[in-house]
Nanobody, 122 residues
Framework: QVQLVESGGGLVQPGGSLRLSCVASGSILSINNMGWYRQAPGKQRDLVATVTSDSNTNYADSVKGRFTISRDNAKNTVYLQMNSLKPEDTAVYYC????????????????WGQGTQVTVSS
């Protein structure tokens, strides 16, 4: 059993900041890439940012310079620091992890969290 649990979402005014966290737990052998995606109402789920196991990062153009992704490998945790938030950042934010299960029959696959709501509004 593998679980990803996000936290840190909420309501914030435009220009404000939030920090999201996502902890992966369970039968994990190793974690490769981790990432954050978001889905606004009526829209598809889009990439926000990803980070490799050696901390190389990639960002969507819409969040470059405002959001920072990081991870703590010892804690199996990925973070998303979001600054200068805009109303268009409003969405459900999901984390994912590309990882190897302890059970070799399950191998390597991508797991998703349940999502956390971020609302940017005055």
């Amino acid at each position: 059993q593998v679980q990803l649990v996000e936290s840190g979402g909420g309501l914030v005014q435009p220009g404000g900041s939030l920090r999201l966290s996502c902890v992966a737990s369970g039968s994990i052998l190793s974690i490769n890439n981790m990432g954050w995606y978001r889905q606004a109402p009526g829209k598809q789920r889009d990439l926000v940012a990803t980070v490799t196991s050696d901390s190389n990062t990639n960002y969507a153009d819409s969040v470059k310079g405002r959001f920072t992704i990081s991870r703590d490998n010892a804690k199996n945790t990925v973070y998303l620091q979001m600054n200068s938030l805009k109303p268009e950042d409003t969405a459900v934010y999901y984390c994912n992890a590309d990882l190897r299960h302890i059970n070799p029959l399950l191998g390597r696959r991508t797991y998703w969290g349940q999502g956390t709501q971020v609302t940017v509004s005055s």
